[in-house]
């Protein structure tokens, strides 16, 4: 399931995420709900949208915010993915016993 505010809400999104038949919860902006409406039984029906999935949405951002506090992290200064992976794993064991 992929979780995305209004910005990424365009039909090649969309479309990409449902030919790899991942769930997509994406509000759909008021601009294109009234476009969709305007053209009547030719607009389609209105995209799938799990409310209480997207509130869930909060609780992943809060976490990428907390990782990205930490400056290795932040700035992406380590060359290699493996010394990037191990800060990442290295700030999340910090968080953790921070609680």
């Known amino acids: 399931m992929v979780l995305a505010d209004k910005a990424y809400s365009s039909r090649s999104i969309r479309d990409h995420l449902r030919r790899r038949g991942i769930r997509a919860v994406i509000p759909q902006p008021a601009d294109q ?3 969709r409406k305007r053209r009547g039984s030719r607009g389609g029906r209105p995209p799938a ?23 290795g ?11 990037y992976l191990a800060g990442l794993h290295i700030a999340a064991i910090f968080i953790w016993s921070a609680r």
Do not use: G
Not at 62 to 71: E, P
Not at 73 to 78: E, N, S
């Open 33 to 35: 709900a009234t476009h």
């Open 73 to 83: 992290l932040a700035t992406r200064y380590d060359k290699t993915s493996t010394i």
């Open 49 to 71: 949208y799990d409310r209480d999935a997207y509130k869930r949405r909060n609780t992943v951002e809060q976490c990428i915010n907390k990782l990205k506090q930490w400056r």
